[in-house]
């Protein structure tokens, strides 16, 4: 894996950051109704920031740490991602996966921005894929290093940009065969850490046997804890749990709710958040209309909210924004309590990323 490189993108974001974009709070990939898609800033009172068009469907963003540039990432199994200078609306770069590769619709900056990761699929041996992008020489691409599983859909940055973990879904596709399974009876997913400086991974942890065919696919992290939320790829009427805590050094920590809750999830985790105050998780599951919000100091399930079409989910204040595919916007308390709410008249794509 290559190292860091220095950053040559000063002049692209205002001094005010984030916050100078009619108050940016959140950044969310929406479908318009023109049919048409955009990279949506949304404020702290969920209005709307900015818009920018979109090629196609987007997944996830990924967010600059210091300028107000963003990598929107297209749906899995997609070629594009595109860098936008948010200030200006200008597109800085369009970068496309390797031939041979695809995106799986997520991404991470470096600490410092310097450096772009992207979760990519090297789809005809199946293998997991780390993409690596100097942002100093237009996100030219500089390397690539193994993800450490199969299907790496969700990657974050970790101790304090030391490493990075990677959500390693253990589901094989190939582009040919569209979004069709073809492993579930010898799928293993896994939690990688891997090292930012070297490329090596430092350690994996997978769920155990009876939850072996738990999809890990959306990561949150705060400080040292990491909160992955799964997708079930077994029989339909069980109601696994579907959250898992990790820390380094230490086995995978289930989550516990009543069975009633977790069958509300209809065994799909869409995404994953940890509050600012590092005490609540929360998880949506847009199948099932139902976000559960977990005490992470116990794993236990503190409160259940029913929103048709839940799925986008960030920290906000002392509890969680969430975003619907039916347009709405809502700030709600730890305690799953509404706190304001915002309608649109566009469908929020799966993810809301905090800026």
Same mark, same amino acid.
């Not at 094989?172 to 492993?183: D, I, Q």
């Not at 794993?299 to 906000?316: K, P, Q, T």
């Given at each position: 894996m290559a190292g860091?490189?220095?950053?040559?993108?000063?002049?692209?974001?205002?001094?005010?950051?984030?916050?100078?974009?009619?108050?940016?709070?959140f950044l969310s990939s929406a479908r318009l109704p023109d049919q048409s898609y955009a990279l949506i800033g949304i404020d702290g009172e969920g209005e709307e920031a900015f818009r920018l068009a979109l090629p196609g469907r987007g997944h996830a963003a990924a967010a600059h740490p210091s300028q107000t540039i963003a990598v929107a990432f297209a749906r899995r199994p997609g070629d594009f991602a595109l860098v936008l200078d948010c200030a200006t609306g200008e597109e800085l770069a369009r970068l496309h996966s390797p031939e041979g590769r695809h995106f799986y619709g997520h991404g991470a900056f470096s600490a410092d921005g310097a450096t772009l990761y992207t979760t990519e699929n090297a789809y005809e041996s199946g293998e997991g894929r780390i993409g690596v992008w100097d942002a100093a020489t237009g996100f030219r691409r500089i390397g690539e290093t193994p993800s450490g599983g199969i299907g790496p859909h969700d990657v974050k940055?970790?101790?304090?940009?030391?490493?990075?973990?990677?959500?390693?879904g253990g589901?094989?596709?190939?582009?040919?065969?569209?979004?069709?399974?073809?492993?579930?009876?010898?799928?293993?997913?896994?939690?990688?850490?891997?090292?930012t400086k070297d490329g090596a991974i430092r350690n994996i942890v997978e769920p155990p046997e009876e939850l072996r065919l738990n999809s890990l696919r959306h990561l949150a992290v705060a400080g040292d804890l990491v909160a992955v939320g799964a997708q079930w790829q077994g029989d339909e009427a069980s109601a696994p749990p579907l959250l898992a805590l990790h820390r380094p050094g230490r086995e995978l920590i289930w989550a516990d709710a009543r069975l009633r809750d977790w069958a509300s999830m209809s065994g799909y985790v869409g995404s994953v958040a940890i509050d600012a105050t590092g005490d609540e998780v @929360?998880?949506?599951?847009?199948?099932?209309?139902?976000?559960?919000? *977990?005490?992470?100091? +116990? !794993?236990?399930?503190?409160?259940?909210?029913?929103? @048709?079409?839940?799925?986008?989910?960030?920290?906000?204040?002392?509890? *969680?924004?969430?975003? +619907? !595919?039916r347009g709405i916007w809502a700030g709600r308390a730890a305690d799953g309590a509404l706190l304001r709410a915002a309608r649109h008249r566009i469908e929020f794509d799966n993810h809301l990323i905090a800026v």
């Open positions: 860091l490189g220095g950053l040559a993108l000063g002049a692209a974001a205002p001094a005010a950051g984030w916050a100078g974009l009619g108050g940016a709070r940055l970790v101790g304090g940009g030391g490493a990075l973990v990677i959500a390693n589901i094989r596709t190939h582009p040919e065969s569209g979004r069709a399974k073809l492993n579930i009876p010898t799928m293993r997913p896994n939690l990688a850490w891997l090292s @929360a998880i949506t599951s847009p199948r099932g209309g139902t976000a559960l919000i *977990f005490d992470a100091a +116990t !794993g236990s399930c503190s409160c259940r909210v029913a929103a @048709a079409d839940i799925c986008g989910v960030a920290a906000f204040e002392r509890g *969680f924004a969430t975003t +619907t !595919g």
